[in-house]
C-alpha cells in the first residue's frame, strides 16, 4: 500500500509499505547487479549508509548463479544477508540491448547469453517465475524497451506488444503467489510505461495500464539517447496519467540533477549506476559540485571529500590519502568513493523528503542545483 503524505506542486512525499519494510519516498535504489554493489560494498556497509531498497537484475542473476540457484538458498534476501526491501527489474533492458544476439516474438524473446553464447528464451512468464525464485519485494512487469528515437509506428506496435505482456504478467504472478512453494507470496508488481519520445503515445499507454491496478508504476526507455530536455517533457506529460496514489519509478535515472527535476515531475522512485560506477573511477559527488580525486591539485589536500558529508570516508579520510589509493591501484580507493557516492545520493534524498515535507522544495531544489555548479 502507498500512503501519500505531501505535496507540493507534483512533487509527492510518500511511504510504500512492503512485505519487507516501509519505503520512504522519494527514493534512490541501490544498484546491485548480481546481488552486490560493485566497488566491495557489503550489505552490512548499505545499512550504515542509509540505503533502503536494494536493486538486483533478473537477467543477469538467471544466467549466474541462477535463479533456481537463490530459490534453494532461501531466495535473494537471504542469499546475499539483506532484510530491506529489493526491487528486481525484469530483465526486459538487457534482453533488448542484446541487439545482434536476440529476436523478438509475440511469445517472448530469443536471444544468446552474452557469457557463452547459450540460447535463451524469456517471456512474460518466464521473467515472473524467474523474479519470483528470486523472491524479491517488487517484481517488474517484462516489457519491450525500443529504442527511444525508434520509428513512431514501430514504437506504436511495440508499446501494443508491451500492454499485452503485462496482462500475461498479471496473470502468472497471480498464480505464482498462490504456489505453496512461493517464498514471498506477497511480491508486488509494478508496470512500465513505453512509448519513446512520443508523448501522445505515452499517454495512451499511461491511461491504459493506469486502469489495471498495479502496485507501482515505471516510465521506462528514457536516458537512452535522448537529451534531458526530452526526458522532462516526457515526464510533465506523461505523470499526470499515472495513478497519483501509486508510486512512479523513473527507470535507470540518473545524475542529481536528473533526480532533482524528476522529483518535481512526481516520480517517487530512482536508480542508476551511475554513482557506483563514477566512484569506481574517483569521480566523486559533493554538495559544491563533481571532483576528480585523479586531478595533481588534491595530492597535499587535507579535507576530507566533503566537509559536509558524514560517510565512512568523509568521517575518516582526506582526498590526498584517497588519491594515493587511486595511484597505487588499491581497491580501497574504489570502495571509499563508492561508499561516500551512495552515501551522498542517499542523503540528498532525505534531504527532499524533508523539504516537500517543509513545503520548500522548490526553494532547496534552486540552492542545491546552485551548489553543484562551483568549483573546488
Known amino acids: 500500500m502507498y500512503e501519500l503524505i505531501k505535496t507540493e506542486g507534483r512533487a509527492k512525499r510518500g511511504r510504500l509499505f512492503t512485505p519487507h519494510g516501509t519505503i520512504e519516498t522519494p527514493v534512490f535504489m541501490n544498484v546491485g547487479t548480481l546481488a552486490a554493489i560493485k566497488g566491495a560494498v557489503s550489505t552490512m556497509d548499505l545499512r550504515e549508509i542509509k540505503t533502503q531498497v536494494e536493486l538486483s537484475n533478473t537477467y543477469h542473476l538467471h544466467l549466474r548463479p541462477g535463479d533456481k540457484v537463490v530459490k534453494a538458498m532461501g531466495g535473494l534476501h537471504r542469499f546475499m544477508n539483506w532484510d530491506r526491501p529489493i526491487l528486481t527489474d525484469s ?14 516474438k509475440e511469445e517472448g524473446v530469443y536471444f544468446n547469453s552474452h557469457i557463452d553464447g547459450r540460447k535463451i528464451f524469456m517471456g512474460p512468464e518466464e521473467s515472473m517465475t524467474i523474479q519470483s525464485n528470486l523472491a524479491s519485494t517488487i517484481a517488474m512487469a517484462f516489457d519491450e524497451c525500443p529504442p527511444s528515437k525508434a520509428d513512431k509506428d514501430y514504437i506504436s506496435s511495440s508499446v501494443d506488444r508491451t500492454t ?8 502468472k504472478m497471480k498464480e505464482l503467489n498462490q504456489r505453496e512453494d512461493t517464498i514471498n507470496n506477497r511480491q508486488m508488481l509494478f508496470g512500465i510505461n513505453q512509448g519513446g519520445i512520443y508523448a501522445d503515445i505515452r499517454i495512451r499507454h499511461a491511461k491504459e495500464i493506469a486502469e489495471l491496478g498495479l502496485d507501482g508504476y515505471a516510465i521506462g526507455g528514457l536516458a537512452v539517447g535522448e537529451s534531458h530536455e526530452e526526458m522532462y517533457y516526457i515526464l510533465e506529460e506523461t505523470v499526470p496519467y499515472l495513478p497519483v496514489d501509486k508510486p512512479v519509478y523513473l527507470m535507470g535515472v540518473g545524475t542529481p540533477e536528473n533526480i532533482l527535476e524528476g522529483v518535481e515531475r512526481g516520480v517517487d522512485f ?12 574517483g569521480n566523486v559527488y559533493t554538495s559544491r559540485g563533481k571532483l576528480n580525486l585523479m586531478n595533481a591539485k588534491y595530492e597535499l589536500d587535507d579535507r576530507p571529500i566533503d566537509e559536509d558529508c558524514g560517510c565512512p570516508c568523509c568521517k575518516n579520510y582526506t582526498r ?3 588519491r594515493h589509493l587511486f595511484k597505487a591501484k588499491e581497491m580501497l580507493a574504489m570502495r571509499l568513493c563508492v561508499l561516500h557516492n551512495l552515501y551522498f545520493y542517499n542523503t540528498m534524498m532525505e534531504e527532499i523528503r524533508d523539504a516537500i515535507e517543509k513545503g520548500c522544495y522548490k526553494e532547496y531544489k534552486k540552492a542545491k542545483l546552485e551548489g553543484f555548479e562551483n568549483n573546488q
Open 91 to 104: 530483465g526486459g533492458f538487457q534482453v533488448f540491448s542484446l541487439t545482434t544476439l536476440r529476436k523478438i
Open 164 to 171: 499485452r505482456w503485462l496482462l500475461r504478467c498479471i496473470d
Open 270 to 281: 530512482f536508480d542508476c549506476v551511475l554513482p557506483a560506477r563514477n566512484g569506481r573511477h
Open 320 to 322: 590526498a590519502y584517497v
